[in-house]
């Protein structure tokens, strides 16, 4: 990733941060929601991602079956693990964060 991409980056998840802490009380109820390729392992990567969190996981292919949305509802214990969690997420191919 080049320097400006990493910065923009860095600067996007400090302004989440500052907004999820102005607007939570914390620990608190986040609803995480994805939308990946319908190939390969990516819903198992997700899964595993909030697994032994005690997580409540949906998901629904697309009409063509090509995408899946993926709904996570997990007790978080501040904004910093949903930043993690996203972070985490974002090496998974083809998926985005909504």
Known sequence: M???KEKETAE???RLKVELDMSNTWPAL????FIV??????????????D???AVIKTTKS?????????V???????QEIIDKYQEVA???GIVSL
């Open 2 to 4: 080049d320097k400006d």
């Open 12 to 14: 996007f998840y400090e």
């Open 30 to 33: 986040y609803l995480f929601k």
């Open 37 to 50: 390729p319908s190939e390969a392992d990516n819903v198992e990567r997700v899964e595993l991602t909030f």
């Open 52 to 54: 032994c969190m005690g």
């Open 63 to 71: 009409k063509t079956g090509k995408f899946t949305s993926i709904s």
């Open 73 to 79: 509802d997990v007790q978080v214990k501040d904004a």
């Open 91 to 93: 090496t998974i191919k």
